[in-house]
């Protein structure tokens, strides 16, 4: 299958320029890492408030990083691809014959490797702060965070190509990432809320997500809540993907 | 390549784009008509925002017409644009390579985004490399080339898959005069030795009189005139044949006006400049003229218009963004 191939092609290159400046993944973690240890150890005190779910302070807290990892890490790769706009690169591989679903993916398959490289980082050092975790809840939750990450940065790349622009594309992420983290439940979990806010987090597909990634760290395996979690992942890299292509697709003007 | 000897390279019927903007719609070509024939040279010539662009970018797939149709190297745009991007090398004008790049890298990607294998990708990056002067910049990183290299390169991404047919926006710009007439060597060189159709667009009025075998005037999206550098110098203000003969001008030029081919006749400093048809063939009777009414002629110039002279006076006004136009070159 030829878009295949051209879309290895675009991730062999792309991840190449990665791997020419690693420092930016490196420094994207410092973000998670800061609120493992500056953050996380003000939980220990609540996990015996009603409400709190079960499971130690980490095994709450950690899954919720990981979400937190993989929309912020890959929400502003837009930025990237605006760039590359600008150098005229992405017009260079529109006018070949290459599939545009292809140029699309080569890009988010090295943001989702990139991405998990970082989350299983994460997870190592958040072993050393003491998380405990079963394997096959942490393999779990490393493919929710898989499917975010091209969820969100099919999307992102949707976004920087219609609005060419970083400054738009700023203001876009800006409105969006505060609402859409605090409603979550990725900081404290909702379980905590008020009523209203709880019925109010559930229209953020996100805090399905974290619910789910919580549910697999903890061993939780009964519950539905990774299902429902893995599924909606799923429905978000779907639509992620089919914008993006769909926007690829279309004529730049 | 899959166009047939005997069909165009390119055809545009009607083809034309309207953008819609917050203050209404803008007609950036107005419908244009016209044809490249294989291994053709063909210059689009017009200031910035006459069209020239879009016109390309429409051609090349990369821009939607809102309406008329085209063939482009046998394939026809709206039904089989994928076709069209398989036979054609398109060079954007601004550039397009990613700085943190190799340029062997970018060559060879661009190569197999044309599907290429990884061999076959390989030796043409190199060849091409070998045909623009960028032999040995392969394992550059491409913010260390210097402008005419990254342009260069720019026009090797554009060729590395072989097209029978390549558009170049505006290949020169921005480059200093030796780069400039580096590139304009190796774009003969195209036509020349590969047999490439070559459609380029510019500003510059030495480069399409330098490049072109055929020149397109476009200004506000419409096609303005068309011709060969010469015909269109021609048709526009004849040639000028400038006698000095010192105090005799002014009866030099009651001798010359009203004869056979000749416009007009203007004495000026020493000099009766005459307008006609074509100066290689006026000259000469209006010399013998000169002769047997006794004047001496201390010398003859014949003098033909610039393309700026056309272009001033097929659309009223000169090119923007041009320095100074030259005058009125000696031939």
Same mark, same amino acid.
């Given at each position: ?79 990237? !691809? ?44 958040? =072993? ?126 | ?5 005997? +069909? ?27 044809? %490249? ?18 016109? +390309? ?35 954007? +004008? ?9 340029? #062997?890298?970018?060559? &060879? ?66 480059? #200093? ?9 190796h774009i003969r060189g195209l036509r020349d030795e590969l047999g490439t159709t070559v459609f380029l667009t510019t500003h510059y009025l030495e480069e399409a009189d330098a490049l072109c075998d055929r020149i397109l005037i %476009? ?20 040639? !000028? &044949? ?28 020493? =000099?009766?400049? &005459? ?15 000169? #002769? ?40």
């Amino acid at each position: 299958m030829s878009a295949w191939r051209e879309a290895r092609l675009v991730f062999r290159q792309q991840l190449r320029l990665s791997w020419r400046q690693p420092v930016w993944a490196v420094l994207a973690l410092i973000q998670p890492l800061l609120y493992l240890a500056l953050f996380g150890p003000l939980l220990r005190p609540l996990t015996h408030t009603p409400g709190f779910p079960p499971g130690s302070s980490w095994s709450v807290f950690v899954p919720g990083l990981l979400i937190q990892l993989a929309m912020f890490g890959t929400m502003f790769v837009g930025f990237g !691809l605006i760039a590359e706009m600008r150098y005229g690169v992405v017009e260079r591989m529109r006018v070949t014959p290459a599939s545009r679903m292809a140029l699309l993916m080569g890009r988010v398959m090295r943001d989702a490797v990139v991405l998990v490289g970082q989350a299983v980082l994460l997870i190592a050092i958040a =072993t050393v702060f003491g998380l405990r975790a079963p394997l096959l809840g942490l393999a779990a939750v490393l493919v929710i965070v898989l499917l975010l990450g091209i969820s969100l940065s099919s999307f992102s790349y949707a976004a920087g190509l219609k609005l060419r622009s970083e400054d738009a594309l700023a203001q876009l992420l800006n409105s969006l990432a505060v609402p859409l983290l605090l409603l979550s439940g990725i900081l404290l979990p909702m379980s905590l809320a008020p009523r209203w806010l709880y019925l109010l987090s559930r229209l953020n597909p996100f805090s399905h997500v974290v619910d789910g990634a919580r549910a697999a760290v903890r061993g939780d395996f009964g519950s539905g809540s990774i299902a429902v979690g893995f599924i909606v992942a799923l429905a978000l890299a779907v639509a992620g993907v089919a914008v993006g292509t769909r926007t690829f697709h279309r004529e730049s003007n | 390549m899959a166009a047939q000897t005997n +069909q165009p390279m390119v055809e545009a019927r009607g083809l034309g784009r309207t953008f819609r903007t917050r203050t209404g719609a803008v007609e950036a070509v107005a419908g244009v008509d016209f044809a %490249i024939q294989a291994r053709e040279v063909v210059g689009f010539l017009g200031p910035n925002g006459a069209g020239k662009t879009t016109t +390309q970018r429409m051609l090349s797939t990369l821009l939607a017409p809102t309406s008329g149709e085209a063939t482009v190297a046998g394939c026809d745009l709206r039904r089989d644009p994928v076709g069209v991007r398989r036979r054609i090398g398109y060079v954007a +004008q601004g550039g397009s390579t990613n700085p943190n790049a190799l340029c #062997d890298e970018e060559l &060879v990607l661009q190569a197999q985004l044309y599907g290429l294998g990884a061999e076959e990708a390989r030796r043409r990056a190199d060849e091409i490399c070998a045909r623009l002067d960028l032999g040995d910049l392969g394992a550059r990183q491409i913010k260390t080339l210097s402008g005419g290299q990254r342009r260069r390169l720019d026009v090797a991404l554009g060729l590395v898959h072989g097209p029978g047919l390549v558009f170049l926006d505006e290949p020169s710009t921005g480059l #200093d005069p030796q780069s400039r007439a580096n590139l304009w060597t190796h774009i003969r060189g195209l036509r020349d030795e590969l047999g490439t159709t070559v459609f380029l667009t510019t500003h510059y009025l030495e480069e399409a009189d330098a490049l072109c075998d055929r020149i397109l005037i %476009i200004d506000h999206g419409r096609i303005v005139a068309e011709g060969t550098p010469d015909q269109l110098k021609r048709r526009i203000s004849g040639d !000028l &044949v400038i006698f000095t003969v010192g105090p005799e001008a002014e009866r030099a030029r009651g001798v010359l006006a009203g004869r056979p081919g000749v416009r007009e006749a203007v004495p000026h400093d020493g =000099t009766v400049r &005459v307008t006609v048809e074509r100066g290689e063939e006026g000259a000469l009777p209006l010399m013998r003229a000169l #002769d047997a009414a006794g004047i001496p002629v201390a010398s003859m110039q014949i003098a033909r218009p610039t393309l700026d002279d056309v272009f001033l006076t097929l659309t009223g006004h000169s090119l923007r963004d041009q320095p100074a136009a030259e005058g009125r070159r000696p031939s």
